[in-house]
């Protein structure tokens, strides 16, 4: 007669799990794969599958009849991550814990302090120190046991003191925040507020410029768990005098050799007498502008007893000094400024008070120096630049050391410079090659000499070639034995 094989339904198993499959229909039973399987023959196996599996049975009757029939074997997860990441909470608050993908299951979390309902999936946690919660979920359905964890780590609000402060109206100082200790959060945020007259509200350690208009500022240090303290720190800017200087141009751009008159305006606010003398400081690039020295005349009227004056103190910083012996208040002096080299970019000329004084002395107001420079260039000429070099009293020139020299000896080279700067001088063969540096820095206007070994040199022509700024002088010179 005929045979026909039944077994199992496809069924599935936990991790690590075991189920007996069953078979009917004949006299002998043969299964495969053996994987899994605790024996390949007989009508009851047990399986224990490590991946998910489709097994095959071959049912036999006695007249050598077979039938054929599959069972598949699957392998459910458990719930991954049910318990949630690890996380910080700010002690006092509470959050709720536990994935949402698996709310509904029956569980249950312990250590159960700190929670509203430790038999729930997502529960509120407001643990007052840091714990480690264990989310134990047993079989249920389709659903395999699962055992998980995660911690809350309870952090404390950033601890941070400050300080008040007092300044001139108008003076700045940067505003003190030490942080007290490192709860273990650390990666602090801060936002000061309102952010009016600081250099940066998101740093610990702004730079504020006081204002009588704002004398409160709010700091909130939060950490990385979002805990957050706010502290006010008071700026108390005190009203007094003010001295002011400024610097003016009727133009912003002036050619090379042109001379312009330039403005030092002096103001003097809130003084109990004046100011009886003040020094400025002028700084620019020597290349690009020169003051005329010993040159500053008051433009307004001022006493007879104030007298000013002005030189270089060193290249590119020249001193303005205005004095008198009844007080001042305001005051405009005149200076004049001559373009010396193009330049595209404008070049800045700055301003600064070094002294003042006053009577009395000793002033009760708070003093703010306040200053401001003006930028200026000098245009380029016929599509290039230029330099002045006949405007001083030196000229730039090269007068060689020859034409002939004789070898054995030292050569003189004599040389000029018309401008202060940078100056390179070399011998150089007629290959372009610089065999010899004969002089090399940065030197001021005037005339130099050098000297060339020429013991070392052979018999042939060679060329002298100076350069200082945009300026390149050579000059042939032969050596003869």
């Known amino acids: 007669g005929s045979v026909s094989a039944i077994v199992s339904p496809d069924t599935s198993v936990c991790p690590g799990g075991s189920i007996v499959l069953l078979a009917a229909g004949g006299g002998t039973y043969e299964w495969s794969p053996s994987e899994g399987l605790n024996t390949t023959s007989g009508n009851s196996v047990v399986c224990t599958p490590v991946e998910p599996m489709r ?20 392998i459910r997860m458990p719930p991954l991550n049910a318990a949630g990441e690890d996380i910080m909470l700010c002690r006092g608050d509470s959050v709720v814990i536990g994935a949402e993908a698996y709310a509904g299951l029956q569980c249950r979390w312990t250590p159960d302090t700190g929670l509203s309902d430790p038999n729930v999936i997502r529960t509120k946690a407001s643990p007052s120190e840091t714990t480690t919660y264990y989310l134990m979920i047993p079989d249920q359905g389709s659903i395999c046991s699962a055992l998980d ?21 108008g003076g700045v100082a940067e505003l003190f925040l030490e942080i007290l200790d490192d709860t273990g959060a ?4 801060y936002q000061w507020n309102p952010s009016f007259g600081l250099s940066d509200p998101n740093i610990a350690r702004p730079v504020v410029t006081a204002s009588i208009d704002i004398s409160e500022y709010n700091v909130t240090v939060t950490n990385e768990a979002g805990c957050s303290t706010t502290k006010t720190v008071r700026v108390n800017a005190l009203p007094g005098e003010k001295i002011k200087v400024s610097l ?80 001042l208040t305001e005051a405009v002096a005149e200076l004049e400024l001559t373009g010396y080299l193009a330049e595209k ?32 260039s000098v245009n380029e000429v016929c599509g290039g630049n230029l330099r002045l070099v006949n405007i001083g009293s030196f000229q730039t020139a090269l007068y060689g050391a020859g034409p002939v020299v004789e070898t054995g000896g030292y050569a003189t080279v004599r040389y000029s410079l018309g401008l202060g700067g940078f100056a390179m001088l070399g011998l150089y063969n007629v290959h372009g090659v610089l065999l010899k540096t004969v002089a090399q820095g940065e030197m001021k206007a005037g005339e130099y000499e050098a000297s060339i070994y020429s013991g070392d040199i052979a018999s042939g022509t060679y060329f002298l070639k100076m350069t200082t700024g945009q300026i390149t002088i050579t000059r042939l010179v032969t050596f003869v034995r």
Not at 360 to 375: A, E, K, N, W
């Open 248 to 327: 003016t141009t009727p133009k912003k751009a002036i050619d090379p050799g042109e001379s312009i008159k330039a403005l030092v305006t002096i103001q003097a606010e809130n003084t109990p007498d004046g100011i009886r003398s003040i020094t400025l400081a002028i700084e620019h690039d020597e290349k690009i502008f020169k003051i005329t020295p010993d040159n500053p005349v008051f433009k307004t009227s001022v006493d007879a007893s104030w007298w000013i004056a002005g030189r270089y103190e060193a290249p590119g910083r020249y001193l303005v000094k205005a004095w008198g012996d009844t007080p």
């Open 345 to 376: 970019d404008s070049d800045s000329l700055s301003l600064t008070i070094l002294d003042v004084s006053e009577t009395p002395p000793d002033s009760q107001f708070c003093r703010v120096l306040m200053s401001s420079g003006i930028p200026l």
């Open 149 to 169: 964890s995660m911690t809350i780590t309870v952090t404390e609000p950033p601890q941070f003191t400050i300080r008040d402060t007092a300044l001139c109206e």
């Open 186 to 189: 650390g990666n602090y945020r």
């Open 55 to 74: 097994y095959r049975v071959i049912v036999s009757g006695g007249d050598d009849c077979k039938d054929t029939a599959y069972v598949f074997v699957d």
